[in-house]
């Protein structure tokens, strides 16, 4: 009986081993990170443009991103209202927009 079990369990290991490798990895970038990394792209046409303050080209990065959908924007005006200051740091280093979003934990 006990041999019975070491088998069962032995069994069972191998084949979590061998279905372990054959699943893909999880998409490592979600949702967030592809919008962070065009909100940061579109701040620096923005910013490029030198139409107003930081904050008003962030605003218009926010509505190109944001397309207009009610949840993002909101989000957007959160990532102004607390990350800004770090993204525009990480452009101004030129690092890339994944960088910059990876920095504000959103990558």
């Known amino acids: 009986m006990k041999v019975n079990y070491i088998f069962l369990f032995t069994l069972l290991i191998a084949f979590t081993i061998a279905t372990a490798n ?3 990895e999880p998409q490592t970038r979600g949702m967030m990170c592809t919008w962070c990394e065009t909100f940061v792209k579109d701040l620096e046409v923005e910013l490029n443009k030198n139409e ?3 904050e008003q080209a962030a605003e218009r990065a926010c509505d ?3 397309k207009n959908h009610p949840t993002m924007d909101v989000i957007c005006k959160k ?3 607390f990350s800004l200051d770090p993204l525009i ?3 101004e280093n030129h690092e890339t ?3 910059a979003c990876r920095q504000i934990d959103l990558c």
């Open 22 to 24: 054959s699943i893909p």
């Open 97 to 99: 927009p994944k960088v």
């Open 79 to 81: 990532v102004i209202e």
């Open 64 to 66: 190109k991103a944001c």
């Open 52 to 54: 107003g303050t930081v």
């Open 89 to 91: 740091k990480a452009m």
